[in-house]
């Protein structure tokens, strides 16, 4: 019972702790308008290269906009309570781990879906992009995956924050490879064989493609494959975060660094 | 002289602590070469040859945009977090001339950002580096940064007014690349942007490089940086005279 609390109510204080209380003023801007130019611009320099059409940067910067709150937030649910000094204290509760970690993630892959869904509604009132209603359930289905692996990601990258000082630098440094690897603007095949492998093993690869054959028609039986591959990947993210979370736990008492700023 | 010592010493200073600083290694360098290297493999993938030192100079100069618009946009703030900030406005120069370095030493950081977007083109994308007119490049850079520099002060001046200065800058970093035409061409853009395009000193910087590097006459955009950076210059004095008698009057200089 206790873990059942702290992973909803410890989740929801933490995600409303990260934006300062959640206020309009930070939230609008940072979660909903960056994405919203985000889209545009990419958009616009696939035009001006003549490279894909609208919807070919719609869906996969839509997709991708779910990465930001999960990879950003995880790592500064971690980063934020060291620098609030509050780490310590946290890490000396009996807390059940699991509970307090994933009760973090799960409104991170909850914000993740709403800003994706943002995302592709700006881009069909702005873009030359539809997307029927018939499709709409699948999309999202494949946008919670996505967003939920992306979340497993950020976790794997705050559980490096328990020993690096600057996970923020961390941070905004895969959220860019992301941007680079997973084929968000750059059609996969464009890309060289070594970052199509590197691709594969990272989330939103499969995610955005699904997405993109959904889009162009394809039903989510036809996706199936690409949907179970970005949540195993999803998964095999999350234990291996779970798994550095308790080693550096463990190596932070030791070392006595978990206060170090 | 003592300005100029002032000056020189604050931009100096500025410059030193942003490099230390990890943030602003992935705005001025990584996240650049990685904009570049999408914007270079889109180019390459797409159907417009003959485009990659123009996307080297974007590029490089949206690196320029991101320190300005991160580093002046938080310029006041970051000195009331630490502290310094009553000490900024109590010394005997006016603020503007404390502030003013820092905003330059930001543009200056950008310089990283082009050197990096254009060394890794020449390294990995075989983005030929052969200038058309190298005397006005020279001039051109400079010019760039000093305007865009100007352009911070104005941020600085302003931003400090919104109480949430980062979640500013973190909307207007990708709409600032967009309306100056930096990956693309603004003809593509809807003409009511192009006003906005025409105050943005990132506009004609880039325009300015270009037309340096690539081919053309960039006179007309240099001078167009320079009246531009003249008149942030007047705007940013106005505005930090307006945030600083405001700050005092309500006893709001130390606040976070």
New interface residues.
Partial sequence: MNSFRVFFVGGYLAYRALFTWL?P??YV??ML??PV??I??FA????????RNDEFFVVGNAVQASALAGIFGMAMTIGGERWTQTLSPLLATPANRIALFLGRALPLVANGVLVSAFGFAVGWALLDFELSAGEIPAIALVVVVSSFACTALGLMTGAVGLRAR?V??LA??VA??L??FCGV???LD??PDWMQTVAKGLPLTHGIQAAREIAAGASLADVSGLVLTEAAIGLVYALVAYVLLRFFEADGRRRATLETI | MRLARLLYVGWAFNLKSLTLS??F??VSI??PV?FA???Y????????PG?LLFVAIGAGMMGIWSSVLFGGGGAIAWQRWQGTLEYCIAVPPPFIWVVLPLTIATATIGLYSLTATLVWGWLFFDVPFELAHPAWFAVALPVSVLALGLLGLVLASTFVL???AN??S??L???I??VTGL???LA??PGWTRPLSWVLAPTWGVKALREAAIGGDPAFAVAMCLVLGAAYLVIGHFCLGYFERLAREKATLTLA
Avoid: C, K
């Fill in positions: 206020r003023s930070i801007p940072t308008g960056g130019f985000q545009l611009f616009y320099i696939g035009r001006y290269a003549n490279l600057d923020f630098f905004n440094l860019l490879l941007l680079l603007n750059v059609p464009s890309l | 990890g943030f290694i992935i990584i996240s990685i290297s999408i914007a493999l889109m180019f390459r993938a797409g159907a417009r485009s919104y109480r949430h979640a500013l973190n909307l970093e990708y709409p690349w967009l990956l693309t061409g593509l853009l």
